[in-house]
């Protein structure tokens, strides 16, 4: 097993000057008593408080502290995915400061990253209880699985730990945050997920929580399926394929109805006022717009892939 890695913590928080103290005190416990090295860093999402004195304090004490301040609340997507840039570890670990989740079970997620796993979830028990509300994230959890494959019960659980391959290439907007297992299975990584403790947080509220509507979790459904399949296979479906193979059925059923018009027009018969001759019009000019759109679509794959330097795979060991 290999030894002296770096883990990477990253904290976001908003609000958080009564918490984020104790939980940098408790992580740079577990740090000094660690057989890996540890970079601790603690996001300021636009607090309000003194959350972010609070970290420069720290930063200043202890070496193995970076602190980031955003401009303004950004969220938590933006947070993690500034930590995901800044971070310099083999392993990844996010944690939430309001130590709802024990900071303690982090030993446990760089255990399964040692054995191989990629990607560590946890799963906070008697978290909704066993009224509506643990009916409702059974159900959503039930849903989201079928669409990504993905088996796991809490997705929003404060503590995931993945590799440095995984978090780098993980870019989250809006509410992705939400569904960080199901974004990272389009590498295929292997996942675990253990059970830990939950507690109530001792002071404040989380700034991160809030109930969305229907029609938004509809919305972000639809958008899981389209990325995740896009994404896991992106040359499956190219835009080129997509819509020139339709473009041209498009086309073709409309030119069928051209020729069919001319014959009759042939024939003698009068074809300026069918309807026929201005649907036959109007799929072939369909048809070729959508063939320029997936010639356009290839062109901004292409773009996206060779101007970010993302790779269509990741590796996850060579040899010689």
């Given at each position: 097993?290999?030894?002296?890695?770096?883990?990477?913590?990253?904290?976001?928080?908003?609000?958080?000057?009564?918490?984020?103290?104790?939980?940098?005190?408790?992580?740079?416990?577990?740090?000094?008593?660690?057989?890996?090295?540890?970079?601790?860093?603690?996001?300021?999402?636009?607090?309000?408080?003194?959350?972010?004195?609070?970290?420069?304090?720290?930063?200043?004490?202890?070496?193995?502290?970076?602190?980031?301040?955003?401009?303004?609340?950004?969220?938590?997507?933006?947070?993690?995915?500034?930590?995901?840039?800044?971070?310099?570890?083999?392993?990844?670990?996010?944690?939430?400061?309001?130590?709802?989740?024990?900071?303690?079970?982090?030993?446990?997620?760089?255990?399964?990253?040692?054995?191989?796993?990629?990607?560590?979830?946890?799963?906070?028990?008697?978290?909704?209880?066993?009224?509506?509300?643990?009916?409702?994230?059974?159900?959503?959890?039930?849903?989201?699985?079928?669409?990504?494959?993905?088996?796991?019960?809490d997705r929003g659980?404060?503590?995931?730990?993945?590799?440095?391959?995984?978090?780098?290439?993980?870019?989250?907007?809006?509410?992705?945050?939400?569904?960080?297992?199901?974004?990272?299975?389009?590498?295929?990584?292997?996942?675990?997920?253990?059970?830990v403790d939950f507690?109530?947080?001792?002071?404040?509220?989380?700034?991160?929580?809030?109930?969305?509507?229907?029609?938004?979790?509809?919305?972000?459904?639809?958008?899981?399926?389209?990325?995740?399949?896009?994404?896991?296979?992106?040359?499956?479906?190219?835009?080129?394929?997509?819509?020139?193979?339709?473009?041209?059925?498009?086309?073709?059923?409309?030119?069928?109805?051209?020729?069919y018009l001319l014959?009759?027009?042939?024939?003698?018969?009068?074809?300026?006022?069918?309807?026929?001759?201005?649907?036959?019009?109007?799929?072939?000019?369909?048809?070729?717009?959508?063939?320029?759109?997936?010639?356009?679509?290839?062109?901004?794959?292409?773009?996206?892939?060779?101007?970010?330097?993302?790779?269509?795979?990741?590796?996850?060991?060579?040899?010689?």
């Amino acid at each position: 097993m290999e030894q002296n890695k770096t883990v990477s913590i990253i904290i976001p928080c908003v609000n958080e000057e009564k918490n984020i103290n104790r939980t940098l005190d408790e992580l740079l416990d577990i740090a000094k008593n660690h057989k890996h090295n540890f970079e601790i860093i603690a996001i300021n999402d636009g607090s309000t408080d003194n959350t972010w004195g609070v970290i420069k304090e720290y930063a200043g004490k202890y070496p193995e502290i970076k602190g980031i301040s955003f401009m303004t609340n950004y969220g938590q997507s933006a947070a993690y995915t500034a930590g995901f840039e800044a971070a310099k570890g083999d392993y990844v670990v996010i944690a939430s400061a309001d130590l709802e989740t024990p900071l303690e079970s982090i030993n446990k997620v760089i255990e399964f990253l040692d054995q191989g796993y990629d990607f560590v979830n946890t799963n906070r028990k008697g978290r909704w209880g066993k009224g509506g509300h643990a009916k409702k994230s059974s159900l959503a959890n039930m849903v989201i699985a079928k669409i990504s494959k993905v088996d796991v019960k809490d997705r929003g659980s404060g503590i995931k730990g993945m590799t440095k391959g995984i978090a780098k290439n993980l870019k989250l907007y809006g509410g992705m945050h939400r569904l960080i297992p199901d974004y990272a299975s389009v590498y295929g990584p292997k996942m675990i997920e253990f059970d830990v403790d939950f507690k109530d947080r001792d002071y404040g509220e989380s700034a991160y929580k809030g109930q969305k509507s229907p029609i938004k979790v509809v919305l972000d459904l639809m958008t899981l399926a389209f990325m995740l399949y896009f994404a896991k296979k992106p040359f499956r479906a190219m835009p080129g394929r997509l819509f020139g193979f339709t473009g041209a059925v498009v086309s073709g059923v409309g030119g069928l109805i051209a020729v069919y018009l001319l014959v009759l027009k042939i024939m003698g018969e009068s074809i300026g006022n069918r309807p026929l001759l201005t649907l036959s019009v109007l799929l072939i000019i369909v048809g070729i717009q959508s063939m320029m759109m997936g010639l356009i679509g290839e062109l901004m794959m292409r773009v996206y892939f060779e101007s970010s330097g993302r790779k269509p795979y990741m590796i996850r060991e060579t040899i010689n």
